[in-house]
């Protein structure tokens, strides 16, 4: 995948963000909880309802938003959390990000925007509803989900960032910004993944494959490993695409090579959907070792979302209808 990705039609552009405005942030009036403008929401940098603890946790508002979102995601990704101190949904997702970015020890940073102190980032982003979280790295964004998730799937998603990051040369670390927080949330280091891990972090995607293919020799059932094996897989993939890919798969739609580039493509760049829909058309429209082919692309991208994402188990469901 390569930076022109990042630019790509209906991505978010935050460029207009880089100003800081004028005037003050608004207070905010009376408003329904989670939108801009509701009460009882904390002021800008400030620690409400919901907010998350740790070394690499920072609260993040208008005037700050270009040095502390923007600029740092030159160097590492930055992962932005909107939140809500009114939304239960917010409180829920906090910790989990908080957890996740202190174990992850620098790869990504958290920033979290209050959107009834902020309405103007919240507007400039289009936020519809709490908890809003996307990527952004170089300047550009990467969505990432909206609404509560568990920390399996949070997981998932920061993993993908990162493996991104890496792929685009992103490869350096947030410094702490933030307090340790409490002695107990030391996180938990799983020495199976670290040498996959470390490969990641240095770039060396074919050492993170042989790593994963190691774990997997030893323990072929291991679900963890063949996520993390899917997706450095699809980021070597997409790390070399010719300009003309998509209308290469739109000009010849029985070639299955080209959609499955189109579709991993699509995947790396947030649109699930789209991916998943592609590939269940060329199943559809084929036979033998290319359906095949593209039954076992599906099947390995459903590794790399998650098995329990709502995306995954509707597209299992159509392929079922397609296959029987």
């Given at each position: ?18 100003k ?6 608004p ?21 409400g ?5 740790g ?61 009834d ?64 927080g ?29 790593a ?27 790390q070399?695409v010719p ?14 090579e ?7 493509v ?24 290319d ?5 076992v ?9 998650g ?17 029987f």
């Open positions: 995948m390569s930076q022109a990705n990042f630019s790509r039609p209906g991505a978010i552009d935050l460029s207009a963000l880089r800081p405005p004028t005037r003050p942030a207070a905010g009036g009376p408003g329904a909880p989670g939108t801009p403008g509701a009460p009882g929401a904390s002021g800008p940098g400030g620690s309802a919901g907010a998350g603890v070394p690499y946790v920072l609260d993040v508002n208008e005037p700050t938003f270009q040095a502390d979102v923007i600029e740092r995601s030159l160097q590492h990704p930055v992962i932005v959390e909107f939140w809500s101190p009114r939304s239960g949904a917010s409180n829920q997702l906090a910790p989990i990000l908080t957890a996740l970015s202190t174990e992850y020890d620098g790869k990504f940073l958290l920033a979290r925007i209050d959107i102190a902020n309405p103007g980032l919240a507007q400039a982003v289009g936020v519809q509803t709490v908890p809003l979280v996307i990527g952004v790295l170089r300047g550009q964004v990467v969505p990432l989900f909206q609404g509560p998730v568990g920390e399996p799937e949070a997981r998932q998603y920061v993993e993908q960032l990162v493996t991104v990051a890496v792929a685009n040369g992103i490869t350096g670390r947030a410094q702490p910004v933030g307090p340790a409490p002695a107990n949330a030391e996180p938990v280091v799983d020495e199976r993944f670290v040498k996959a891990e470390d490969a990641v972090g240095a770039g060396d995607l074919d050492g993170a494959i042989a994963y293919e190691e774990i997997l020799a030893q323990s072929p059932g291991d679900a963890e490993a063949k996520a993390g094996l899917s997706r450095v897989l699809l980021v070597k993939r997409t070399d300009a003309d890919f998509r209308t290469k798969a739109a000009d010849h739609p029985e070639d299955v080209a959609q499955l580039l189109v579709a991993d699509d995947l790396m760049g947030g649109h699930v959907e789209d991916a998943f829909s592609r590939l269940i058309t060329t199943i559809q429209n084929t036979s033998g070792e359906r095949n082919k593209a039954r692309h599906l099947l390995e991208l459903f590794e790399v979302v098995a329990d994402d709502e995306r995954v188990v509707r597209a299992r469901q159509r392929l079922m209808m397609v296959l």
